[in-house]
């Protein structure tokens, strides 16, 4: 199974010049490729094809002489990348390629030829090792890197390793979990987690700068110091807030055979306009994914209920339907059996016992841990890093 360390590395002046260097060749060839396929497809409707732009390179490598400092592997993956891109858009689930811009986040991959040494990284070109915090150790085989460099100057190393799958001891627990809205989530069990002090303080803070930033001069020297700062807090939120999603979900599996969550309605997450409720659903898909891997990783399983099953709705002692239930409504009594209803804690339940229908009959609760989940997609685990950096896009 394919999954993603990251770390965050601490270049030398030199090792940064080197590094921004290696990621704007990636993003110079990228950007030209896409001009040219963008000029050709929209000239003659001719698409993008992977061999055919590859063999661009070479040309490319003569026009540009800087290009010949380049380590040649990551300029090849930087036209997979957006080989990928164009497959996405002709799929229809993503739109036409944009150019890559510098003041995004930016990587570069290098598949071969690199060498990790304890708590350092060796990459074909450069002749110092960089050094990078390792928080934790590599297990697994390792496949692939890549370095990130986001917004604020920071870069981050990727490790894609092929881990043995490691099935935990059998618990025969089955715990059903739905998104809160005053906290993070609520179990079937009762709990209810809340979102976690620091991130929120972050957060707060977070708001307090952008309503700082409106009353400031665009462009002048305090507002460029103020967005930088912006910069920074944004991905401290988005570092807390995956530092606690990784936490709560390693929890959750190790405690549980089955775990059930409600599936998320894609179409009613685009068409939301709810700056706090997007967030909300940013991090609970986030979190959906984190248990999709630790689940397929630990042997465990994860069932996902469809989003219109009305969870909230159904009165978890007698089945009655409440059509009346608002968002607001925390608390609510079913007319028809009288029981009282906290409406998180009740929507946890009715997800228990939908979930447990899907497991009913194909398996029985032994077998859980022994089945192979193929709910996730191999990808999941490299598309996570992506995720992660994506919310600053
Ligand atoms: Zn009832």
């Known amino acids: 199974m394919l999954y993603v360390y990251r770390f965050r590395l601490y270049p030398k002046k030199e090792q940064v010049e080197f590094l921004n260097r290696q990621i704007g060749h990636c993003r110079f060839v990228y950007n030209k490729l896409l001009e040219i396929a963008k000029n050709n497809y929209e000239a003659e409707g001719k698409k993008w094809n992977y061999y055919e732009y590859k063999k661009l390179l070479p040309k490319l490598k003569e026009e540009f002489s800087f290009l010949k400092e380049a380590n040649s592997q990551s300029l090849q993956e930087a036209v997979r990348w957006l080989d990928r891109a164009f497959k996405n858009f002709f799929k229809g689930i993503a739109g036409f390629p944009k150019f890559k811009n510098k003041k995004r986040v930016n990587s570069v991959s290098i598949p071969q030829h690199f060498r990790i040494e304890g708590d350092r990284i060796k ?7 960089i050094k990078f915090k390792k928080h934790r150790d590599i297990e697994g085989k390792i496949k692939s890197i890549s370095i990130t460099k986001l917004p604020s100057g920071r870069f981050y190393l990727n490790i894609l390793v092929d881990r043995e799958i490691e099935p935990l001891p ?37 708001k307090k700068l952008q309503r700082k930033l409106s009353r400031k001069v665009k462009g002048s020297n305090k507002y460029l110091k103020l967005q930088g700062k912006i910069v920074k807090l944004h991905e401290k939120v988005v570092n807390q807030g995956n530092d606690f999603l990784h936490k709560l979900s390693k929890r959750i599996i190790g405690d549980n055979q089955a775990v059930i969550v409600e599936d998320l309605n894609v179409k ?20 959906i994914s984190y248990l999709e891997y630790k689940a397929k990783l630990y042997g465990r399983k994860l069932i996902k ?16 339907k409440n059509e009346n239930l608002k968002l607001s409504d925390r608390k609510w009594k079913c007319p028809n059996c009288g029981e009282e209803h906290d409406r998180d804690y009740n929507a946890t339940l009715n997800l228990l016992k939908e979930g447990l229908k899907i497991l009913k009959g194909s398996l029985t609760l032994r077998a859980v841990g022994l089945e192979r989940p193929e709910l996730t997609p191999v990808e999941s685990a490299v598309a996570l890093v992506e995720a992660g950096s994506s919310s600053f896009q």
């Open 123 to 129: 990459i074909p070109k450069l002749k110092t090792p």
């Open 305 to 320: 209920v469809s989003p219109f099953y009305p969870s909230s709705k159904l009165c978890s002692r007698c089945g009655y």
């Open 170 to 206: 059998e618990t025969g627990r089955v715990v059903a979990i739905d998104v809160g809205l005053t906290h993070f989530c609520t179990l079937s069990t009762g709990e209810k987690v809340e979102n976690p002090r620091n991130l929120l303080k972050t957060e707060e803070k977070l």
């Open 268 to 287: 009613g997450l685009l068409k939301n306009s709810n700056l706090a409720k997007h967030i909300t659903d940013a991090s609970w898909r986030r979190f």
